[in-house]
């Protein structure tokens, strides 16, 4: 009978905690999807009325991401450490289901020195590689301010090699920032959220060029919205 009522107060818990407006992704491993869920820091994997933690750290940022290519999605995450705004580590885990979904962890390094706060993944040039996208905050060598900057790298499999490090887009100010082929250039373009100094927005869309992006168009916003940066960019393409 304990056993019976420590079960359903389980679950209750577990319905009450997911009641609350979790963020819900899915992440395909092979032909199957698996729904994912995003709440307070932490990524969860329901399993009947169970819903389990992925792995135990905080996490400040996540991109799901098919980067070898082999049909399974990965989970590329920041680590977000206690009281702090900017993330740690830089995370990569393979997927694989058995009875549930399960991860390895097959990279990790510590960003923590240039504050990350953002990962994203795409391809930016059909190279043959994933192209992977952190934001930081920090100076650089030659511009001493200290703001959100982009940086990408390359991935081949083992280890992060340095794609373009750049000091910014544009004079605006970088706020946030997503990638698509949003006018089926058979690439990704970088969608960057841009403030300037008296308060306005816009949305930048930018494409790589070898050495940097280049700007291709602006799509002008009256404010930020109270909305995640895909949902405004959807919104504003619906008139192009």
């Known amino acids: ?6 079960i359903v107060i389980v679950v209750f818990l577990a319905v009450c905690l997911f009641n609350r407006q979790p963020e819900l992704c899915s992440i395909k491993i092979g032909d199957e999807y698996y729904d994912i869920y995003f709440k307070n820091n932490y990524l969860y994997y329901k399993n009947g009325v169970f819903y389990y933690k992925l792995f ?3 996490i400040l940022s996540y991109k799901i991401y098919d980067i070898d290519f082999d049909k399974n999605d990965e989970f590329l995450v920041i680590t977000k450490e206690q009281n702090n705004q900017y993330g740690k580590d830089l995370v990569i885990f393979d ?4 009875d549930r979904l399960q991860i390895t962890e097959i990279f990790r390094q510590d960003f923590s020195n240039v504050k990350p706060w953002k990962i994203d993944a795409c391809n930016l040039d059909n190279d043959g590689k994933t192209d992977i996208f952190v934001g930081v905050y920090k100076d650089t060598a030659f ?3 200290v703001r959100k900057r982009p940086f990408f790298y390359s991935w081949d499999g083992q280890r992060l090699n340095k794609k373009w490090l750049g000091s910014f887009f544009t004079d605006w100010e970088l706020i946030d920032i997503s990638f698509g082929d949003y006018f ?3 690439y990704d373009l970088a969608a ?3 403030k300037n100094e008296t308060g306005e927005y816009r949305i930048g869309i930018y494409h790589f060029v070898g050495f940097g992006f280049e700007h291709m168009k602006t799509l002008d916003i009256d404010d930020a919205y109270d909305m995640q940066i895909d949902e405004i960019i959807s919104d504003k393409l619906q008139s192009y």
């Open 95 to 98: 997927t694989y289901y058995t």
């Open 1 to 6: 009978m304990k056993k019976a009522i420590v």
């Open 56 to 58: 135990e750290e905080k």
């Open 192 to 194: 960057v959220l841009e």
């Open 143 to 145: 511009y001493m301010d």
């Open 184 to 186: 089926g250039t058979g």
